[in-house]
Antibody
Framework: QVQLQESGPRLVKPSETLSLTCTVSGGSISPYFWYWIRQPPGKSLEWIGYVYYHGGTEYNPSLKSRLTMSVATSKNQFYLNLTSVTAADTAVYYC???????????????WGQGTMVTVSS | DIQMTQSPSSVSASVGDRVTITCRAS??????LAWYQQKPGKAPTLLIY???TLQSGVPSRFSGSGSGTDFTLTISSLQPEDSATYFC?????????FGPGTKVEIK
């Protein structure tokens, strides 16, 4: 079955860039929407944004000025870059696949296990 | 942004009890409402989308209902493995937003 795996640095210094990769195994990148969602310790979930398999994106306005998402279909991977990080960006970061049946249902049916990223000097 | 609220924030119930969790949106979300279950240290799992569509593999004791701004997740007969935090999420507009969560504990 389809599995997602996040990878990247667990510790990032303030003002630097947080870069994560999500590797999709057991299935294809197309024709799905691919999401990043984060969860600060002890808090609820925050939708970061999505990248569509052909490269289209939609970002959370609260993060948009610092955010870039991209996809590499040949590698079955998609990516998150968040610049100028602060302690407020400390969270578990999840990648996820959207429910899609010819249409994006806006819900997240397959999740990675999550990776805890801490912003600290 | 659409704000999502949930009540109660926590509930303690016995095995076999019927448990109901309410989710309210700050504006109408049509039928674009999903529910997730999250156990400690794990990623959330999708239970229900478009208000009442049960995700494949989810037990039938879970059901969703509601319309407009008010929605409900019902567990018809609580099982020990249902101990978790439950989140609602709107998929009507960007950014997608989640509720604060309801923690369900077994007495």
């Amino acid at each position: 079955q389809v599995q997602l795996q996040e990878s990247g640095p667990r510790l990032v210094k303030p003002s630097e860039t947080l870069s994560l990769t999500c590797t999709v195994s057991g299935g294809s990148i197309s024709p799905y929407f691919w999401y990043w969602i984060r969860q600060p310790p002890g808090k609820s979930l925050e939708w970061i944004g999505y990248v569509y398999y052909h490269g289209g994106t939609e970002y959370n306005p609260s993060l948009k000025s610092r955010l870039t998402m991209s996809v590499a279909t040949s590698k079955n991977q998609f990516y998150l870059n968040l610049t100028s990080v602060t302690a407020a960006d400390t969270a578990v970061y999840y990648c996820a696949r959207g429910v899609f049946n010819g249409y994006d249902f806006g819900a997240f049916e397959i999740w990675g296990q999550g990776t805890m990223v801490t912003v600290s000097s | 942004d659409i704000q999502m609220t949930q009540s109660p924030s926590s509930v303690s119930a016995s095995v076999g009890d019927r448990v109901t969790i309410t989710c309210r949106a700050s504006q109408g979300v049509d039928n674009w409402l999903a529910w997730y279950q999250q156990k400690p240290g794990k990623a959330p799992t999708l239970l229900i989308y478009t208000i009442s569509t049960l995700q494949s593999g989810v037990p039938s004791r879970f059901s969703g209902s509601g319309s407009g701004t008010d929605f409900t997740l019902t567990i018809s007969s609580l099982q020990p493995e249902d101990s978790a935090t439950y989140f609602c999420q709107q998929a009507y507009s960007f950014p997608r937003t989640f509720g604060p969560g309801t923690k369900v504990e077994i007495k």
